[in-house]
């Protein structure tokens, strides 16, 4: 009864209308959302790799944002900088050493803004990328604008005490903190990290869509009647780990029922197992009936996408 009380009623804070909203989107085809851009193609979580996603038909750009030591927005994966950056030549000797590995790692939170701009985030992936930044939120919403979706995901918000609120002030101060506000740009926000969606929906009450990204290995208490409604308390969906979704086949099924999009992650050229081509694994999730899907090839989803109007 509370699962069919709460699916009438609509996730806290969603009006009505909203929801109506919700629902006739719903009816559309699904999301083809870039992951981290189009980084099968271009340095992920850069503006040549989220315009490039556009172009290639990306409902939605999925980017991870983070916080610099004086507290700016910028979009970055990893924690640290040495894998997607030349941090190690550029600051030799600003790096802290593994608790567990005893590796050198350049944290994000360790360096400034005008810092972090120093950075070649580019040439990692390829020479012809050389002097691409690490693009600030700001930058990245400009860059997008009236491109494609904003899909955030708030990378490791335990880190940056106060970031949820920095981010959606930035929402708002480009105007896109509310849904709708700019049709062409619609935003939805996600993490891993349920106490930071919780204060997203709760004390900051954003009213934006919200997923709970789900891995894997944390499955099982999540896929429960009691987990999915713990996330349906604050969430409009789940974004899991893509095995989530046959292995855990009846709770996807009833987050559905429960008006849940599901958007799994994440489709890869590169790392294919159990089908001939990324198109073909893409194709069986869609037959699955999930919301999106997450991939490093928004040009391939977007054949797939048009091969079932």
């Known amino acids: ?79 640290s900088l040495e894998r997607t950056t030349d941090v190690e030549q550029v600051f030799p000797d600003r790096f802290r050493r593994g608790d567990s590995d005893a590796a050198k790692h350049w944290m994000l939170e360790d360096f400034t803004l005008a810092e972090i701009q120093r950075l070649d985030a580019g040439s990692w992936f390829d020479p012809k990328f050389r002097g691409t930044r690490i693009p600030t939120f700001a930058e990245t919403i400009d860059a997008l604008r009236g491109r494609s979706g904003l899909f955030i995901e708030l990378k490791s918000p335990e880190r940056y005490e106060g970031i949820e609120e920095l981010v959606l002030n930035e929402l708002g101060a480009k105007g896109l903190a509310r849904p709708g506000a700019d049709p062409k740009t619609p935003v939805l926000l996600q993490s891993f990290n349920a106490s930071s969606l919780q204060i997203l929906a709760g004390p900051l009450g954003t009213k934006l869509p919200i997923h709970f990204l789900v891995s894997a290995r944390d499955a099982a208490p999540w896929m429960t009647i009691e987990g999915l409604e713990k996330i349906y308390a604050f969430a409009t969906g789940i974004s899991p780990e893509k095995t989530i979704v046959t292995n855990h086949a009846d709770a996807i099924a009833r987050a559905k029922k429960m ?19 990324v198109r073909a694994e893409m194709a069986h999730y869609l037959g699955l009936g999930v919301d999106g899907v997450i991939t490093d090839n928004p040009d391939l989803a977007n054949q797939e996408l048009r091969t079932k109007k």
């Open 1 to 79: 009864m509370l699962v069919l009380a709460m699916a009438l009623a609509g996730p806290i804070g969603v009006t009505s209308a909203e929801m109506g909203a919700q629902n006739a989107a719903r009816a559309s085809k699904p999301w083809n959302i870039g992951h981290r851009g189009a980084s099968a193609y271009a340095p992920e979580n850069t503006v040549p790799a989220f315009v490039l996603a556009a172009e290639q038909g990306a409902t939605f750009v999925e980017f991870d944002v983070q916080l610099t030591k004086d507290r700016q927005v910028v979009c970055l994966h990893d924690t």
């Open 259 to 277: 008006g849940l999009r599901v958007t799994p992650y994440t489709f890869r050229s590169s790392a294919v197992v159990g089908f001939k081509d």
